[in-house]
């Protein structure tokens, strides 16, 4: 590459193919020791690789040829891509829009590939200069790009050619403005991409010559031998590549050489199942790195597409990420909450348990703050726009999760870590072996080169590379079969040095609904209550309301019909149940409807000193009675506790909920507890556990997935939301919280496996090293000492499958 300018430019690509650490690793090895080249930095999570290097065309192609070498393909980003763009919070006003000019036409293209506003960014600054193109528009939560566009200047695809040029899909949906979001387009299945084409060719080139040499089994081996070569191929061209530019001992080149010195001594079907294990596990794990990404773009999706903004009195729809700071927006009931602001008109209860796992809705009326991605429940609220779409609640969400999986990119895989000594050390062992004895006059160049075949067989590393991945697989077949759900081995390898395990509260540790607990009536009667205050909340679906209704059901109670039912916003609810004014609400509204006595605030000090919400039952004027209710912990709580203290690790609740709920929580369940917690302040006490002990993380909600993705494991129970399940390394499909020990069990005695098999296909080699170099065994004890110690591994990582069986779970 040439020299840099004197002022070096910051580049930003779009890297393709990436799939784990050791990608990233081999990219940067590559293009730091490029002239001119500096500062690279890799993030698998975001497919993007930043660096300082000349920004010139032929700076910028030998960069994207180099990786094309690797095996991997690199697009360009405009500067903008690191830019927060004209709506960044220094850039509150959009650009106004222009005029169409004549020959213009409003055009739509559905956009796949975004996940952040650099993005939007990205695509309208290379698109607003071109010819004929005005007013370019992306919205991210709708994947939808407009412009007015005259196509006899630019055709429509050259848009789309450009757009794919910067790394996004573009798809003409049609010339009108849109009203409503599209549906995305799929990206393109596996078996369509080149790892996934190659490897199905590699299959059935493999079925062809199993038939083949069944009617000319004397072509046995020529058949083997090219469909190995085939299949290894495409690796081997990256190893050569990656080790042109400096990273030589990568896991491509280990393969290669496993295979061709396999097919050397006439192991062709032992090469073949190597490599096609090898392409099996990279395509999975390219799957699993797809999957962590789409994690990013759900929680996206938990912001509405439009929002209703109030001008002066009119009130008009326009795109969520279009809003201004200081813009008034409207939220109905049932609306979730566009943006983040404060209240400037109304009073309601808010959802907050998307952000802070509040478990119960709050309160909030003028001048209170409320986070966008939340839902409003009773009344009409009027919100002044206080941050930037790119800087609300779950935007920082969205960029904790980033950087929490940019910092703690998975473990590089044992073998490729341990190749670094092995490889070199046998390579130059087999190369001493065929030339320093014929040349010191030990023995002919005939004898030490079939020594050094042999050699070079019982040093490919098949048993060993097969060793590994042969316990993994086992351990996640087992943990899967029972309901635990583990992605990957590096995560296998983490959760068996686990020392704390941290609990989310709501939906984790309890059910994530409240429940009635006590029934207070004034006269005695808790049934005639339960129906008298049934008939006035079946009319709401507050989540408190839901419960009474539900107790009463489970009760067998009958209410009478309610009338003139309706909401006191924030407060409450009210209505005539036969006759009587009847108001149910928090305690401190309903001393405004009928005096509260001694004994009764007495008794509901108590019962909020245990965690419980109360609602007063008013009726005619006089306190009819109470009802409590709380979000109770889940049966199998105590017993899974119990399980990690057995195994000697410790427990820690940490919630969003207020500190006397979690207290009293945490005192029935016998753990720690830390409340009044905010995504970002979880998440950031659980990194600070991190670095002194291996962490698991245990939760459930979107609140959730920054300290998921912080914490050295992040842990999603089975009824958790979508995006806690994609930011999460580990899911408990079945509920149970017992799983979180028999997890840890199960990781530890795969590890224990791990070492085994790893002494297994060493120890075996030791030994035929040095009997194969004084002669005492000859070729087919290679072969032997190599597929010997190859089913001894994998039938010693096969007794991992009946693991959780034999514990009797």
């Known amino acids: 590459m040439s020299q840099t300018a004197k002022h070096p430019a910051n580049l930003t690509f779009r890297v393709e193919g990436m799939d784990c650490a050791s990608c990233a690793a081999t990219i940067k090895t590559a293009l730091s020791g490029m002239t001119g080249v500096g500062d690279v930095e890799v993030s698998v999570a975001r497919e993007r690789m930043t660096l300082t290097a000349s920004d010139d065309l032929a700076g910028q192609r030998t960069i994207e040829n180099t990786l094309k070498t690797l095996g991997y393909t690199a697009t360009r980003l405009p500067d903008a891509a690191n830019d927060p763009g004209p709506r960044g919070p220094d850039h509150a006003e959009r650009p106004r829009r222009r005029i169409a000019e004549p020959g213009q036409h409003t055009q739509m293209f559905r956009i796949d590939g975004m996940d952040c506003a650099s993005c939007a960014s990205t695509i309208t600054s290379a698109l607003a200069p071109l010819p004929g193109v005005a007013n370019p528009d992306v919205s991210i939560a709708r994947e939808i790009l407009t ?11 050259e848009i789309e050619r450009i757009v794919g040029q910067l790394g996004f899909t573009a798809t003409h949906v049609s010339d009108e403005t849109p ?29 062809a010559g199993l038939a083949l040499t069944r009617i000319a089994p004397a072509f046995e081996a020529h058949v083997f031998t090219a469909i190995a070569l085939f299949a290894i191929f495409p690796i081997a061209r990256r190893a050569l590549a990656a080790a042109r530019l400096g990273a030589v001992f990568t896991i491509q080149m280990l393969m290669t050489i496993a295979a061709i010195g396999a097919i050397l001594i006439g192991e062709q079907l032992e090469a073949l199942a190597v490599v096609v294990l090898f392409m099996i596990g990279e395509l999975l794990e390219g799957l699993a790195a797809e999957k962590a990404r789409s994690g990013i773009k759900a929680l996206g999706r ?17 795109p969520a990420d279009s809003l201004r700071i200081g813009q008034v927006v409207v939220a109905r009931p049932g609306d979730r909450i566009a943006a983040d602001g404060e209240i400037v008109d109304g009073i309601s209860s808010v959802d907050e348990s998307p952000v802070t796992g509040e478990s119960v809705p709050v309160t909030k009326s003028a001048g209170d703050a409320v986070f966008a991605g939340t839902v409003n429940h009773d009344a009409t609220l ?58 010191t006059g030990l023995g002919t160049w005939e004898t030490w080169i079939y020594r050094g075949l042999a050699l070079l067989l019982i040093g490919c590393p098949c048993a060993l590379v097969i060793s590994v991945p042969a316990a993994i697989a086992s351990s996640l077949s087992a943990g899967a079969r029972h309901g635990i759900l583990i992605k990957g081995g590096a995560v296998v390898e983490n959760i068996a040095r686990t020392g704390r395990v941290v609990f989310d509260k709501t939906g984790t540790l309890t059910e994530g609904r409240p429940v009635v607990t006590d029934i207070v009536a004034v006269d ?15 009319e709401s679906s507050h989540p408190l309301a839901n419960a009474i209704t539900a107790a009463a059901e489970t009760r067998g109670i009958a209410a009478p019909a309610g009338d003139s039912v309706h909401i006191v916003p924030g407060k409450g609810m009210a209505g005539r149940v036969a006759g009587r004014a009847v108001f149910i609400g928090a305690p401190r509204f309903a001393a405004d409807h009928a005096p509260l006595a001694d004994d009764l605030s007495g008794r509901i000090g108590a ?22 209710l709380r979000d109770e912990p889940r049966q199998d709580a ?76 992040g842990v999603a129970i089975g009824s958790g939301t979508d995006v806690a399940m994609e930011a999460a ?39 035929f090293l040095v009997t194969t170099v004084t002669g005492l065994s000859g070729l087919w004890m290679a072969v032997l000492a190599d597929t010997g110690a190859t089913v001894l591994v994998t039938l010693n990582a096969m007794r991992l499958l009946g693991f959780l069986g034999r514990r009797g779970d």
């Open 638 to 713: 105590r017993a899974g506790l119990a399980d990690l203290k057995a195994a000697g690790v410790s427990a820690l609740m940490m919630t969003g909920d207020n500190a006397r709920t979690a207290s009293a929580i945490a005192g029935d369940l016998g753990i720690e507890a830390v409340a009044e917690m905010l995504p970002e302040e979880k998440a950031g006490r659980v990194r600070e556990l991190a670095r002194a002990e291996t962490v698991i993380m245990v939760g459930d909600g979107v609140n959730d997935a920054p300290a998921l993705a912080e914490a050295t494991v």
């Open 179 to 207: 009203g409503a979001r599209t549906p995305g387009a799929q990206d393109n299945p596996w078996w369509r991409k080149p790892r996934g084409l190659h490897l199905l060719a590699s299959l059935a080139l493999c079925a």
């Open 524 to 538: 005695g009667d808790d049934a005639a209550l339960l129906a008298l205050a049934t008939a006035i909340e079946r």
């Open 147 to 157: 412009m007015d566009l005259d196509q006899d200047r630019t055709p429509i695809d």
């Open 729 to 767: 390394d580990a899911a408990l499909m079945r509920n149970v919280i017992g799983d979180v020990a028999r997890m840890i069990g199960l990781s530890r005695a795969t590890m224990r496996n791990v070492r085994q098999n790893v002494v297994i296909a060493l120890g075996l080699k030791a030994v």
């Open 607 to 628: 019962l909020e000193r245990e965690g419980k919400t109360v609602a007063v039952v008013v009726a005619d004027g006089a306190v009819a009675g109470l009802i409590a």
């Open 382 to 439: 009027r919100i002044r726009v206080s941050r930037a779409p790119e800087d609300n609640t779950i935007a920082r969400i969205i960029a904790l999760v980033e950087n929490a999986q940019d910092a703690r990119a998975p473990t590089e895989r044992f073998i490729e870590r341990f190749s670094r000594i092995y490889m070199p050390v046998v390579l130059l062992i087999a190369l001493a072996v065929v030339i320093v004895p014929p040349l």
């Open 302 to 318: 938990l912001l509405p597409r439009d929002a209703r903004v109030d001008d002066d009195g009119t009130i008009r729809q326009i």
